[in-house]
């Protein structure tokens, strides 16, 4: 009688280990839960990098690997973003032909706000970023859009994440439209693609701070804190958008444009995952 | 008795993934190993060829009529990559090479690249069809 109880535990314990394989949350809008994942995420870094504490990961690659740390510590001591900080400033406080500036458009005037972005607008269904926001502003006051990757986009968000330096992300994701665009940036995030069949998670995740040629991926956790960065491949400062297009380009996949909704939902996610980190962009990355 | 119990649990979880039947894709992939392009091989009862779908179509005789049947196989495979978010980056860039061949006249050149393109494209619907069902997989668990 025993054996057979046994044989038949062993049996369920086997069968249950099967079925464990495979996530069985967070895959759909009803299932999903962002604080969850978040959770998940933080206890993923924990285990593979004990000594590093949460609050160090808004620091990426620099937060696990002292070699790397060294170097950028020497280079932050002249910042190079800090001629893009003037400009930004100064983009950010010339009035618009029509006497209203950029301050009109947010809240307190634009000063201290970069930890709100992004963010769901039910009203339009969409996932708003603060370099969409900056453009719809000009727009709506009769003035050109800004070019979304680099240059004044870039230097108007810098100045922007760098008056709201220390605040906390704390983005929520309030209603089903908006969990179907934290979901599709999850998704996004963890789908294997292209020609090289990488997904973000691959380098970011299980590859973080492990050699990619040369290269040690960045922690999945604390990703869109920093952002614009002044990138030493790019020689000069770029939102996270034009990044997203280098990694998905990477990947040999046919790259979307930066400000896609697909990219919007990505970053809408990634910042939900560093809800409770500090704004410390603008930033300096390999 | 425990030891036991856990060695028939494992025996029979191993019987049971051996006697699982073999897929068709895993019968092509150790078939074209094993023989390369051109052979055949047995599956279910009939016989397959282990050359790939582009590498038929595109030993087929070099001639315009040809080339353009490929080329617009290749568009149209393209086509549903990019329906499915997974076309990979240099599907385009073949497809153009494809097009300039047979404007050239350049038939069996043309006939490659379509046929490179069509192979990528190809690629990343199956690519969609297991990141569909598998991404999930990746996401890391609540302890």
């Known amino acids: ?286 | 008795m425990k030891k036991i119990a856990m060695i028939a649990a494992l025996a029979a979880l191993s019987v049971s993934s051996l006697t699982m039947a073999q897929s068709f894709e895993d019968a092509f992939n150790m078939n074209r190993a094993m023989y390369g392009a051109g052979a055949t091989f047995e599956w279910n009862g009939a016989q397959y060829s282990t050359s790939s779908i582009e590498e038929e179509l595109s030993s087929k005789p070099a001639n315009k009529a040809n080339a353009e049947a490929l080329i617009a196989a290749a568009e149209a495979k393209y086509k549903e990559a990019q329906e499915v978010g997974f076309a990979w980056r240099d599907n385009s860039k073949y497809l153009k090479e494809a097009q300039e061949a047979l404007a050239a006249g350049e038939f069996q050149k043309a006939m490659d690249s379509a046929a490179r393109s069509h192979l990528q494209s190809r690629r990343g619907v199956e690519q969609a069809a297991y990141a569909e069902a598998h991404w999930i997989d990746a996401v890391p668990p609540l302890n």
């Open chain 1, 1 to 286: 009688m025993n054996i057979i109880k046994n044989t038949l535990l062993a049996l369920s314990v086997a069968a249950v280990s099967h079925t464990a394989m495979a996530a069985t949350t967070g895959a759909t809008v009803a299932t999903v839960d962002p604080d969850a994942d978040r959770i998940a995420l933080q206890d993923y870094m924990k285990n593979r990098f004990p000594d590093t504490p949460i609050s160090e990961y808004v620091n990426g690659i620099y937060a696990v690997d002292a070699g790397s740390r060294e170097q950028w510590e020497a280079i932050e001591e002249f910042p190079p973003y800090d001629l893009d900080l003037e400009a930004g400033e100064e983009l950010f406080n010339t009035p618009f032909a029509n006497g209203k500036s950029l301050a009109d458009c947010f809240e307190n005037g634009g000063i201290g706000i970069r930890q709100n972005y992004p963010m769901w607008d039910a009203a339009r269904k969409t996932v708003v970023t603060l370099e969409m926001a900056i453009n719809e502003c000009r727009t709506d006051n009769g003035e050109k859009a800004y070019g979304w990757k680099k240059g004044p986009i870039a230097q108007v968000s810098a100045y922007m994440a760098y008056t709201s330096r220390g605040e906390i992300f704390d983005i929520p994701v309030p209603d089903d439209g908006a969990k179907a665009a934290y979901l599709d940036g999850k998704k996004f995030y963890y789908t294997k693609r292209g020609q090289l069949n990488l997904s973000c998670a691959d380098c970011h995740l299980t590859g973080t701070n492990r050699l990619v040629r040369a290269d040690l991926p960045s922690p999945a956790l604390g990703q869109a804190t920093h952002f614009p960065v002044v990138r030493s491949k790019w020689g000069d400062i770029g939102t996270i958008h034009r990044r997203y297009e280098g990694c998905h380009r990477d990947s040999r996949s046919e790259y979307l444009k930066v400000q896609s909704e697909t990219y919007r939902n990505l970053e809408y996610f990634q910042t939900v995952m560093s809800n409770g980190l500090v704004v410390n962009g603008p930033g300096s990355r390999k």
